[in-house]
């Protein structure tokens, strides 16, 4: 059931909502962001509060929009943020079409299809850590879990959804961790990220303000944070034109559209897609969108 308190969001086109939002829920719930095929339900940091906030998607890729639900007086805020939760195709994707057959090819395979974006700091690095070398239907698990643990639960919408609370996670042990089958190395990662986060060295804003360089050196110095991170952090969180090419997804992506299948380096990754520039967001994720739906069954 939908709250009552609603506004109808209009969405920069071409947008396949549904589609996008789909990489939510593709390998499980975690509580934290949740997409059922017909709503999602998520949560904006705003100053010290936690605002949750629905959406149910409809209209066309043409002419995208959502339904957007939250309390009365965070309406404005949550409408700006659900404008912003895509990143949009630049013109730079249309020039890299015309000179890139093999993205020319994905985007009129999917059209609209878009990153989502994950804005806050503290949970987009613990995304990060729970898919390090593990498949993402146990990662999901793993953040399900940190959720129940560590989270706060808001109503919303007639539903629930969790926020990672920095405080209790930056006052567990490793031990703690250990309980719902974090490593010993991803729970001191979990743990020194909250503490960075409780310390005011991961605000948005600070971040925002920062080159690519500043903030992946930011980042690597926490413990467990690495390159492959921190190109995740800047792309899915700052929505900067980064491709993440130690990811073994994006490695296998780019092989299918460029090598005939055959796996790249991390290296040929980064010559393979050097060009495609102010557009790299969009192609990537058009190359992750073709590689799931090329995956057996």
């Known amino acids: 059931m939908k709250a009552p308190d609603t506004v109808r969001v209009e969405l920069e086109p071409p947008l396949d909502v549904p589609g996008s939002l789909a990489a939510l829920g593709r390998w ?62 630049p013109s730079a994707l249309a020039d890299l079409s015309r000179h890139d057959p093999a993205i020319a090819r994905l985007d009129a395979a999917y059209p609209g299809i878009r990153p989502v974006l ?9 995304r990060s850590i729970s898919a390090q ?15 129940l643990a560590y989270g706060t639960e808001h109503a919303v919408g007639g539903e629930t959804v969790r926020s990672l609370d920095a405080e209790r996670l930056a006052a567990a042990t490793i031990d703690d961790l250990r309980t719902i089958q974090l ?31 500043a903030v992946a050196a930011r980042l690597v110095a926490l413990p467990g944070i690495g390159p492959w991170s921190a190109d995740w952090f800047l792309a899915r969180t700052l929505g900067r034109p980064r491709v993440a090419a130690g990811d073994l997804g994006v490695r296998k992506a780019v092989g299918r559209a460029y090598l005939e299948g055959r796996l790249p380096s991390e290296s040929e990754v980064r010559a393979l897609t050097a060009h495609w520039g102010a557009a ?9 969108q073709d590689l799931v739906a090329g995956a057996p069954a």
């Open 28 to 89: 499980g719930d975690d509580g934290l962001d949740r997409w059922d095929g017909t709503g999602f339900l998520r949560t904006l940091r705003d100053g010290d509060r936690v605002v949750p906030f629905a959406g149910w998607p409809g209209g066309s890729v043409d002419a995208p929009w959502v339904d957007v639900a939250s309390a009365k007086a965070d309406l404005p805020r949550t409408t700006e943020v659900v404008r912003a939760m895509f990143v949009a195709a």
């Open 118 to 126: 994950h804005r806050d700091p503290l949970t987009a690095l613990i």
């Open 133 to 147: 070398q593990v498949n993402l239907t146990w990662a999901t698990e793993i953040r399900r879990r940190l959720a």
């Open 183 to 213: 490593t010993n190395a991803k729970a001191r990662s979990v743990i020194a990220v909250a503490r960075a986060a409780l310390d005011g060295q991961l605000r948005l804003a600070d971040l925002e303000r920062l080159d690519d360089e």
């Open 280 to 288: 790299a967001g969009v192609a990537q994720q058009l190359i992750l």
